[in-house]
């Protein structure tokens, strides 16, 4: 399930992909990762540059800390 990028939201995504007749999803595992994406043959480099925006800048989520909460992290921070 596609949480957003740095970028867009994931409603975001959904709408662009959505623009040109297509459509945009992600998963992952522990050792694997997976973004597919489906449009109409005339926008594929439109689906491209989203599926490189995905997988380059996702919003990934992350367990849960020591104290029960829910975190999101996005590449950019996880430098810090």
């Known amino acids: 399930m596609l949480r957003g990028t740095a970028r867009r939201t994931a409603v975001q995504l959904a709408t662009?992909?959505?623009d040109i007749g297509g459509s945009l999803d992600a998963?992952?595992?522990v050792e694997?990762?997976?973004v597919r994406g489906?449009?109409?043959a005339r926008h594929w480099e439109t689906l491209l540059g989203l599926v490189a925006e995905v997988a380059l800048s996702a919003v990934i989520?992350?367990?849960?800390?020591?104290?029960?909460?829910?975190a999101a992290s996005r590449p950019d921070q996880d430098a810090r």
């Open 32 to 34: 694997t990762a997976e």
């Open 16 to 18: 662009s992909s959505e």
């Open 61 to 70: 989520a992350c367990r849960r800390d020591r104290k029960g909460a829910s």
């Open 27 to 29: 998963n992952g595992e």
């Open 38 to 40: 489906q449009a109409l």
